[in-house]
């Protein structure tokens, strides 16, 4: 039995079809129980927690070989990322209580830089769940090929891409959510000892450029890339509504200057198989 944290997501979701296709047992953790009732029909048990409530969280992992934790992700913290605190200080207690057999955790690259951002969250959750004394596994993706969701209205409508990822021509660390649920599927059956982290991205790096030139290919007609200017992008996130955009400016600023990167580098991580026009020609199709 797996127990699968953020399950109703793209990547909890893909981890669990792939586990249920193995036939092995999943046991689905939502927050809504009415999530939960398309898993149940899949064959899943269900178990309601917040991912804050160490004891609902301890109940979902009991008798489990394995258990997978999708960390809520908050693009708008407070100072300090008391959030996250919150959330990992619950995962913990109940992963001690609970005791599974083994543990995957959904990290991010360059969770071990020191620099303050946004991923200081997922920095921060390695760090405790280290000292666990049962096997962890940290899974650390790349970009999210995903993210280009937001792009598609303005590809298709005006031609233009805006990007925060500068220089265009730099090449990112970018992978399909698709991907890092079949990884994660493949890590929380095996078996090991300790802590370990696995790193994982596309066949190879993705530039702006190649991203505008692949909506080009789909959508049938040119796309251009254009960098947002640094100095508009605290502005412009508050615009949006952003509080604290602050940390969000520092991871953009980690891409760019190349600090938020693999800790093993591109030659020493793992290699999805989904390639950036499938992701895109997805997106493309359901925004039609």
Not at 23 to 41: C, L, N, P, T
Not at 88 to 115: E, F, M, Y
Request: hydrophobic residues 45%.
């Amino acid at each position: 039995m797996y127990a699968i944290t953020g399950i109703t997501g793209k990547v909890g979701g893909a981890l669990a079809r792939t586990l249920l296709a193995a036939g092995q047992a999943v046991r689905a953790v939502v927050r809504d129980a009415a999530k939960g009732r398309s898993w149940a029909e899949k064959g899943c048990e269900v178990a309601s927690a917040e991912m804050e409530d160490a004891a609902a969280l301890t109940a979902a992992f009991k008798n489990t070989d394995g258990v997978f934790i999708l960390p809520p992700s908050e693009f708008d913290p407070e100072p300090g990322f008391p959030e996250a605190r919150a959330v990992i200080s619950a995962v913990k207690t109940a992963l001690v209580a609970a005791r599974p057999k083994k543990v995957v955790c959904l990290s991010t690259v360059g969770a071990q830089a020191t620099q303050p951002n946004l991923l200081t969250q997922r920095t921060l959750i390695e760090q405790a769940l280290r000292e666990l004394t049962i096997p962890v596994t940290f899974l650390r993706p790349g970009w999210f090929m995903e993210n280009f969701l937001w792009d598609v209205a303005s590809a298709r409508d005006s031609g233009v891409i805006a990007t925060f990822l500068q220089p265009i021509d730099k090449p990112f660390p970018m992978i399909a959510t698709a991907d890092v649920g079949r990884v994660a599927a493949e890590l929380i059956q095996e078996n090991w000892q300790g802590c370990r982290t696995v790193e994982l991205e596309a066949d190879h790096r993705i530039t702006p450029i190649e991203v505008a030139v692949t909506f080009a290919k789909i959508l049938g007609h040119p796309v251009r890339v254009e960098p947002v200017p640094r100095e508009t992008w605290s502005s412009m996130f508050q615009s949006q509504g952003m509080k604290n955009p602050t940390p969000r400016i520092q991871m953009l600023d980690g891409f760019n200057e190349g600090w938020i990167e693999f800790e093993h580098g591109e030659s020493g991580s793992k290699k999805g198989t989904v390639t950036l026009e499938t992701v895109l020609r997805g997106l493309v199709e359901a925004a039609a």
